[in-house]
Each structure stands twice: as structure tokens, then as C-alpha cells.
């Protein structure tokens, strides 16, 4: 493949603020890029994220009731653009380049020749896709399935469908037999949803958006707010003006979460100083060192509670609350007593000085949200993490009241809803005895497989067929070598999709491209314009308008792809009726509502309520919906988040995966990475200047990295350049997916299986 780069690198220290001025003109260039620069894309970017309006495509961060006059942020409005993009990619593109050709050309290139217009179907002979009717590919995919051992079938989703494809997508999953039913969470949150349930019993984050308005601390673990959750520098700068400290954990020093400047704020961006200071205090820690660094924290505030008990002074820990709330206290301090500070500075590289501060910071505030990202969840230790942060908020009762909690960061727009309407791998989870009851079907009890499971599946010949709900899977994926080389021997592959990724280059036996609408258009059926409803971050559930004339009139909503194939392949073996279904998105919801009546009463009324409505959080009050009927703390087994990766062997580094300010995901925008001075290139590995100069490498030069796994794989990505950058010794950094070969399919959280890709095992060398 083309690596992504230009002709034009440029690498050079940025000092500004996220947001401000490069923020706009980032914009107006990308509006320029996309051919919509007077196309009314000003005044559709008015309606994202409003009350009638449609919600963002991009990040899954919270929708205020009363929205800000421009609520969208720079990425938020790149991904809108993005979208709606006057580029079109169809038949004509598609007769004048074979697949094997496009498999050389970066993501970007892929991308970047706009929406897909009408069904395709791979032809072998000519190694083309080429045009076929919606009727036809509909009938031949059925019929393949039918063919087919439901065991052998993976129903993958991205997180960006809304609830109603959702829900549908499972139960025609279901029906057919199947519980493989993975998500892009698999490679994300897992960590969370498999972590949080045994503290809080929730797998869902407690604090709402009005918590961040009565909150008196913060704390940032491990997420690039700035990039992939920019709106949410309104609060946290609405707190910092508040005077509240907001201390951040993080191995590379991301600008967002250091200094912003609001876009919208006139005042701010036409004064000349350097925007707020977002970070009271930034910890730059060495990868993987969360768990030692709050473990430190954890033994500082016990010492400090120790001393208020010697004082007589008021309890530093909230005793009243570990007493009514909580079981396992005692094994906790115990742990936190037995472990060292030498160990502790040691794993998490920041000195005890340091720790004790934040101690001291965090024991005089009364409602701390500690916020975190995949810089927690993708560790082999991502739900131990996760653990830790609970336990350290549960020391001071930061959980179930006003102004604190956990928050989870999630990723894509709808990933925590999907959760919520049944697209899971694990049957417990999912109201099986009532889908069963409501549509007379018996449905698959075994569990399914998740992400790496359905990876292990496709190398082993075990799977046999993929049906793709958005995303791009082989590219997201770890062992992109192997993944790639066995997705071949499938014999079938169905991608519903809105443009064209590397995922569709690697056709199986039989294989078809479904073109759909997006969210942010218009969405007609027999009962007239639909809408649809999504999940935000904070659990709370937003109806979503579409706005925008279809790209294409050939294009079909995802709700109608999923009824469309579910008639084709299980028509009978429900009393599903999926035609009135379409006919009116409000019967899905009722559906949604009979299913999960605890989350969504009154659910076709409510989802127009501005700001959105909250799903019933028990945790959020304090009511611990775990085995004992507690909130747990869970002590970690050990401070190293990544125990088996042996760093100390010479010439190994750990590789930290990362997302540029110019990329969704797999979707590259572009080669600049403003907030960290890259640009025209994304083949960079940052690395601290000691470790260039102690293996003998220069700025600049290029190299080829390998896995330092050693399992007798062979993993390697040619032609990255030496970046000198403020990153701890012994990690370095560069960017997703392009780096994804070099991760191990077998590397990733214990339970939760998400892949590590925060810690990768690497070795340089040096071409020949
Ligand atoms: N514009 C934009 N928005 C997005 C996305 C996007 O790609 N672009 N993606 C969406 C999705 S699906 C997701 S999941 C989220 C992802 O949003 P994030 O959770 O922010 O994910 P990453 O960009 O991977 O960045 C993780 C951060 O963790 C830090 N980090 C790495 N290792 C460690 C560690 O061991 N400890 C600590 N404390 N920090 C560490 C990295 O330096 C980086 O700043 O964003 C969503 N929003
Ligand atoms: N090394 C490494 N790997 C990672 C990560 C990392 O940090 N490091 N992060 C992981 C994370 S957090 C995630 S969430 C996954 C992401 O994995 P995925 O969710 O599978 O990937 P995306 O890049 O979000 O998918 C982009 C594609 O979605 C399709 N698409 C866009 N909009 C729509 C729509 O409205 N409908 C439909 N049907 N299709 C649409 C487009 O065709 C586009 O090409 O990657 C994971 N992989
Ligand atoms: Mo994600």
C-alpha cells in the first residue's frame, strides 16, 4: 500500500491553543476541499447537535438542552463535511479501477472519492465491482445464507448506526441464528463495560452534563480531548474559569487538554493571549503507568487521612460511604499500603512529590468526575484500570451524587446505545426470553463472538461469512497481515456503507457493497420523513432529523438494508413485520420501548425532548445493581498494565497507537496533525530524543519497525520517520491504522478482549 504521506513534510513545534483561529481556517479549508464551500453547509452545520436538528456523526460527546449558537466543534463539523461531500464515487469509478489496484492506495485516497451511489456486487473475472440492482443483491445474499451454518455468520456494527437499525440489525441476527453480533466497542470500551459492572454494577458511565457545572475537581485519564471530544472543552473551560483544578494524565503532552480558545467566544479569539489554561496540572506519565499513578494517589490520601485521625481533623476518606455502600475496602488499602513508592515512581515514571500534590488537590474537593479514555481501556490491563479509577473515586464517594462520577469518554456517536439495544456477543445481556415471547422466534443462547474472536475466526476458516453495519473492520482490527490474508477464504462479504474503504478491497467469495444514506439526510418511507435516535456518552438518548437531500436517490436508510435482508433470509421464522416497521421508524421505537421498558418509557415522546432523555442509571443514585448488591473496589493484580510485555529487553520500545486531529477512526481527512506541528505526513514515529540517540538513529531518517512479540509472527510497517518528541523513554508513538500490523491479535485486555493498542511491543531497524 501507498504510505500516507506527501511531498510537502513539515515537522515544527505548536505552541497555540486548540480551537482559535487555526481551528477556523482548518474549516474553511476542508469546506473548500469538498466542493461546499457555498453549498449551505454553513446553515446545515446550525442544526447539528440542536434539539431539531440531526446529532453529530462524529464524537458520542453530550447534546445540551440549550444549545450554544454553533454547537459543533472543528471535528464535529470536518465529519459533517466529510459526509456531505459533493464528491461521488460510482459505476464510472468503479469500471475504471480494478480492486487489486485500489488495495495500493492509501485511506485517504479511498475515501476521499466521495459516497457511494448505488449496490455493487465483485466480479472475479474482472476484479471490479460493478452495478446490481438492490432486488438482486438482496435475493443472492439471502440466498447465500441460507446456505450457510448461522454459527459460521458475523453480523459486525459500528458504533454509528442509530437505535432503530440497531436493534433491528440484532434481532434479524438473532433470528437467523447467530449471536456473533461484534461492535466497534469490542476494540474500545469493552474495557468499560466489563470493568464498571463489577465496581458500580453499571457498564455505563453515572455523571450527566449538568454534573460538570457542580463538580470541583477533574481528573483526565488517558483521552486526547481536544481531537475526539473537542465540545467538551466548554465545560471543562466553563469549570476552570470556576477555579477548578483539573489534573490530566497523559504520556504525550495533547494540546487540548492544555491550553483552548474558544472559537465562539469573540472576546477570546480576538485577544491576543494564549486561550485558558485548561490543565491545572499535567502529568506526563509513562505509558501503561496508570494504575501505579493512581495506586500512588490512592497511598497519598490515605496518609493524609492517617494524619487527619492523629489530628482529630475530619476524615480525608469518606468512611460513611465505604461503610453504608461499598465491600472489599479492606483488601484495597492493604494493597495500596503494601505497595512501594519506589515501585510506584518506577512503573508510572512520575515522582512521589507529584502524586502527593494531586492527593492533596483531590482530598480538599467535595465532587471529583474522573474522565478517561482508550489511554485506560486499550491495555491488557484495560479493566483493571478501570477498576482503579473506581476505587480511587470511591475512597472520597465520588460516585452516585451531584458533580461526580466516572465518565467513560466513548467513542463513536452511538456505540454506548447499541450496547443498550441488544447488539452484544453476550447472551446475558440481551432480553432474549422476551424477543423470544414478542416475535415467536427461538434465538441463538450461546454466546457470540466479539472482535477478536471473529478475527481468530476468519484466520482459523471458522467464520465464513461477514456482514458489516458501517466501519471498516479489517482495517480497525490488530494483525492486519493475517486478518487480511484469510478474509479472502470467506465466502461471503456484505459491507452497508456511505464511502469506500480498505475493507472493501478484500473481497471474499461472493461480495457486495450496500450503499446507505447517512444520518444528516432526509429519510423517506410510506408514512413520510423518518428519524432516528441515538445514545450520547452521558446516557442520554436524542432523536436525530435529517436534513440534507440524499446523495443518491439509489441509496437506502440502514433500517431499511436491515429489513430488507432479514426478508430475505428469515421471512418466516419471526412475526417480525418488517415492512410496516419501515413504513414508520416510531413502531421500531415502540418496539424498543416494549423490549426495554425500564430505559425507554414514553420513548416516541421523549426522544423530542431538547437535550435528550436520561436512561435509567441505578448507579448514578447509589443503588448497585452488583452480585452483593455493593459498589466493589476491585485492588489490581499487579502495577503494570501490560505485565507480559518484557520492555526491559535492549531495543525495545512500547508503541502507543494515536489519532491525529485531521482523522475519524479509519476515515484520514488529511496528512496534518496541527495540534502536534506534523504535517504532509502520517508515517512518523515520535520518540524521546534519549532513546534516538541511544539506538543510533537520527531526525529524520527512516526506518522500518517490527514486532518485538516474538511468537514467530512476522510483523513489520516500512518507511517511518524519526520524530523527536516529548514522549517517556522507552515508548513511542504513531499513528492508527497505519501501525495496526504491528499489533499482536493475541495482545489485548484480559475479559474484555480489547486490543492493546496502547502498548504494542516494538523494535526499529534500519532498512538496508
Ligand atoms: N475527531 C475525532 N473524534 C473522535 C475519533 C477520531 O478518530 N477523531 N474517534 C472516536 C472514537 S471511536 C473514540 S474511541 C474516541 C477516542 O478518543 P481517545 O480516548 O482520546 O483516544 P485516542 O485518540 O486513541 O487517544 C488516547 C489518549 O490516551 C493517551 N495515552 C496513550 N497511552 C496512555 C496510557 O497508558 N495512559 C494514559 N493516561 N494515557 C495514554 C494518548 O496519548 C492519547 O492522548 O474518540 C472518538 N472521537
Ligand atoms: N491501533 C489502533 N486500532 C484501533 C484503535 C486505536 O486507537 N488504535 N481504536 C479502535 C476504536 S476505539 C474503534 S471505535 C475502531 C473503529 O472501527 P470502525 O468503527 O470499524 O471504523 P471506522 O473508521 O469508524 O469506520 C469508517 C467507515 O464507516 C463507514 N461509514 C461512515 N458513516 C457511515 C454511516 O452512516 N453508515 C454506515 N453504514 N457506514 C458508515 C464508511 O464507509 C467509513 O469508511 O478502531 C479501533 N482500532
Ligand atoms: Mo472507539
Known amino acids: 500500500m501507498n504510505p500516507s504521506t506527501t511531498d510537502h513534510v513539515k515537522i515544527a513545534k505548536y505552541d497555540h491553543p486548540t480551537g482559535g483561529w487555526g481551528s477556523l481556517k482548518s474549516l474553511i479549508r476542508r469546506a473548500r476541499a469538498e466542493g461546499l464551500l457555498m453549498s449551505g453547509i454553513w446553515n446545515t452545520l446550525l442544526r447539528q447537535n440542536k434539539p431539531d436538528g440531526y446529532m453529530c456523526v462524529s464524537c458520542s460527546w453530550a447534546k445540551p438542552a440549550e444549545p450554544r449558537p454553533f454547537e459543533f466543534c472543528e471535528n464535529g463539523a470536518?465529519?459533517?463535511?466529510?459526509?456531505?461531500?459533493?464528491?461521488?464515487?460510482?459505476?464510472?469509478?468503479?469500471?475504471?479501477?480494478?480492486?487489486?489496484?485500489?488495495?495500493?492506495?492509501?485511506?485517504?485516497?479511498?475515501?476521499?472519492?466521495?459516497?457511494?451511489?448505488?449496490?455493487?456486487?465483485?466480479?472475479?473475472?474482472?476484479?471490479?465491482?460493478?452495478?446490481?440492482?438492490?432486488?438482486?443483491?438482496?435475493?443472492?445474499?439471502?440466498?447465500?445464507?441460507?446456505?450457510?451454518?448461522?454459527?459460521?455468520?458475523?453480523?459486525?456494527?459500528?458504533?454509528?448506526?442509530?437505535?432503530?437499525?440497531?436493534?433491528?440489525?440484532?434481532?434479524?441476527?438473532?433470528?437467523?441464528?447467530?449471536?456473533?453480533?461484534?461492535?466497534?466497542?469490542?476494540?474500545?470500551?469493552?474495557?468499560?463495560?466489563?470493568?464498571?459492572?463489577?465496581?458500580?454494577?453499571?457498564?455505563?458511565?453515572?455523571?450527566?452534563?449538568?454534573?460538570?457545572?457542580?463538580?470541583?475537581?477533574?481528573?483526565?485519564?488517558?483521552?486526547?480531548?481536544?481531537?475526539?471530544?473537542?465540545?467538551?472543552?466548554?465545560?471543562?473551560?466553563?469549570?476552570?474559569?470556576?477555579?477548578?483544578?483539573?489534573?490530566?494524565?497523559?504520556?504525550?503532552?495533547?494540546?487540548?487538554?492544555?491550553?483552548?480558545?474558544?472559537?465562539?467566544?469573540?472576546?477570546?479569539?480576538?485577544?491576543?493571549?494564549?486561550?485558558?489554561?485548561?490543565?491545572?496540572?499535567?502529568?506526563?506519565?509513562?505509558?501503561?503507568?496508570?494504575?501505579?499513578?493512581?495506586?500512588?494517589?490512592?497511598?497519598?490520601?490515605?496518609?493524609?487521612?492517617?494524619?487527619?485521625?492523629?489530628?482529630?481533623?475530619?476524615?480525608?476518606?469518606?468512611?460513611?460511604?465505604?461503610?453504608?455502600?461499598t465491600h472489599g475496602f479492606d483488601a484495597f488499602e492493604a494493597y495500596v499500603r503494601g505497595t512501594s513508592w519506589k515501585h510506584i515512581e518506577a512503573r508510572s515514571g512520575l515522582k512521589q512529590a507529584d502524586l502527593e500534590?494531586?492527593?492533596?488537590?483531590?482530598?480538599?474537593?467535595?465532587?471529583?468526575?474522573?474522565?478517561?479514555?482508550?489511554?485506560?481501556?486499550?491495555?491488557?490491563?484495560?479493566?483493571?484500570?478501570?477498576?482503579?479509577?473506581?476505587?480511587?473515586?470511591?475512597?472520597?464517594?465520588?460516585?452516585?451524587?451531584?458533580?461526580?462520577g466516572i465518565s467513560p469518554l466513548r467513542g463513536h456517536s452511538n456505540v454506548q446505545g447499541q450496547r443498550t439495544v441488544g447488539i452484544s456477543e453476550k447472551p446475558e445481556l440481551v432480553p432474549l426470553d422476551k424477543f423470544a415471547e414478542f416475535y415467536r422466534f427461538e434465538p441463538q443462547r450461546e454466546k457470540g463472538r466479539d472482535t477478536v474472536e471473529t478475527c481468530e475466526g476468519v484466520i482459523d476458516g471458522s467464520v465464513k461469512a461477514f456482514i458489516g453495519l458501517g466501519g471498516n473492520f479489517v482495517r480497525a482490527v490488530p494483525e492486519t497481515g493475517l486478518v487480511e490474508a484469510s478474509w479472502r477464504h470467506l465466502r461471503l462479504h456484505v459491507q452497508i456503507a456511505t464511502k469506500l474503504n480498505r475493507s472493501h478491497l478484500i473481497p471474499g467469495a461472493v461480495t457486495y457493497l450496500l450503499p446507505c444514506l447517512s444520518r444528516?439526510?432526509?429519510?423517506?418511507?410510506?408514512?413520510?420523513?423518518?428519524?432516528?435516535?441515538?445514545?450520547?456518552?452521558?446516557?442520554?438518548?436524542?432523536?436525530?432529523?435529517?436534513?440534507?437531500?440524499?446523495?443518491?436517490?439509489?441509496?437506502?436508510?440502514?433500517?431499511?438494508?436491515?429489513?430488507?435482508?432479514?426478508?430475505?433470509?428469515?421471512?418466516?421464522?419471526?412475526?417480525?413485520?418488517?415492512?410496516?416497521?419501515?413504513?414508520?421508524?416510531?413502531?421500531?421505537?415502540?418496539e424498543i420501548e416494549r423490549c426495554y421498558p425500564q430505559h425507554f418509557k414514553d420513548f416516541n415522546k421523549r426522544f423530542l425532548t431538547p437535550g435528550g432523555f436520561h436512561r435509567d442509571i441505578k448507579a448514578s443514585n447509589r443503588v448497585w445493581e452488583t452480585p452483593n448488591k455493593k459498589a466493589n473496589f476491585k485492588p489490581p493484580t499487579a502495577l503494570e498494565t501490560d505485565p507480559d510485555v518484557d520492555t526491559a529487553r535492549p531495543g525495545v520500545l512500547t508503541l502507543i497507537t494515536i489519532r491525529s486531529n485531521d482523522q475519524f477512526n479509519t476515515t484520514v481527512y488529511g496528512y496534518n496533525d496541527r495540534l502536534r506541528g506534523i504535517y504532509g505526513t502520517r508515517m512518523v514515529l515520535l520518540m524521546n530524543d534519549d532513546d534516538i540517540r541511544a539506538i543510533g538513529l537520527r531526525e529524520g531518517q527512516e526506518i522500518d519497525v517490527i514486532s518485538a512479540a516474538d511468537d514467530g509472527i512476522e510483523r513489520c510497517v516500512r518507511g517511518l520517520r524519526v520524530t523527536p518528541y516529548s514522549i517517556p523513554r522507552g515508548n513511542c508513538a504513531g499513528y492508527y491504522p497505519e501501525l495496526n500490523p504491528l499489533i499482536p491479535l493475541w495482545h489485548r485486555a484480559e475479559k474484555a478482549h480489547v486490543p492493546a493498542a496502547k502498548s504494542v511491543p516494538v523494535r526499529i531497524i534500519r532498512p538496508e
Open 520 to 590: 444528516i439526510e432526509k429519510d423517506r418511507q410510506a408514512t413520510g420523513e423518518q428519524h432516528v435516535s441515538m445514545e450520547d456518552s452521558t446516557a442520554c438518548i436524542h432523536g436525530s432529523f435529517g436534513y440534507r437531500p440524499p446523495a443518491s436517490p439509489k441509496l437506502l436508510s440502514e433500517p431499511k438494508i436491515v429489513a430488507e435482508l432479514a426478508k430475505a433470509t428469515v421471512a418466516a421464522k419471526s412475526s417480525i413485520p418488517w415492512d410496516e416497521w419501515i413504513d414508520d421508524y416510531a413502531r421500531i421505537r415502540d
Open 78 to 325: 470536518k465529519a459533517t463535511m466529510w459526509d456531505q461531500t459533493k464528491r461521488r464515487c460510482g459505476p464510472d469509478f468503479f469500471a475504471s479501477h480494478s480492486v487489486n489496484e485500489l488495495l495500493d492506495w492509501p485511506d485517504h485516497d479511498l475515501e476521499k472519492q466521495g459516497r457511494l451511489l448505488e449496490p455493487m456486487r465483485y466480479n472475479e473475472v474482472t476484479d471490479k465491482y460493478e452495478p446490481v440492482s438492490w432486488e438482486e443483491a438482496f435475493r443472492s445474499i439471502g440466498e447465500e445464507l441460507n446456505k450457510l451454518d448461522p454459527k459460521s455468520v458475523v453480523f459486525y456494527t459500528s458504533g454509528r448506526a442509530s437505535l432503530e437499525a440497531s436493534f433491528m440489525y440484532q434481532l434479524f441476527a438473532r433470528i437467523y441464528g447467530s449471536s456473533n453480533l461484534p461492535d466497534s466497542s469490542n476494540m474500545c470500551h469493552e474495557s468499560t463495560s466489563v470493568g464498571l459492572p463489577e465496581c458500580i454494577g453499571s457498564p455505563v458511565g453515572t455523571v450527566q452534563l449538568e454534573d460538570f457545572a457542580h463538580c470541583d475537581m477533574m481528573f483526565f485519564f488517558g483521552h486526547n480531548t481536544g481531537v475526539n471530544a473537542p465540545r467538551l472543552l466548554h465545560p471543562v473551560e466553563e469549570a476552570r474559569r470556576r477555579g477548578v483544578p483539573v489534573i490530566t494524565f497523559n504520556p504525550l503532552p495533547e494540546r487540548g487538554l492544555k491550553r483552548f480558545k474558544n472559537p465562539q467566544d469573540p472576546r477570546e479569539m480576538l485577544s491576543p493571549g494564549p486561550g485558558t489554561k485548561m490543565s491545572s496540572d499535567f502529568l506526563q506519565l509513562r505509558g501503561g503507568g496508570d494504575i501505579a499513578a493512581m495506586t500512588g494517589i490512592a497511598k497519598a490520601v490515605l496518609a493524609l487521612d492517617d494524619a487527619a485521625k492523629q489530628t482529630g481533623a475530619p476524615c480525608v476518606l469518606d468512611t460513611a460511604f465505604i461503610e453504608e455502600h
Open 357 to 404: 500534590h494531586v492527593a492533596y488537590v483531590y482530598s480538599r474537593a467535595s465532587a471529583v468526575i474522573g474522565n478517561y479514555g482508550m489511554g485506560l481501556t486499550q491495555h491488557r490491563h484495560g479493566t483493571e484500570n478501570v477498576h482503579m479509577l473506581c476505587n480511587l473515586l470511591m475512597m472520597r464517594g465520588n460516585v452516585g451524587k451531584r458533580g461526580a
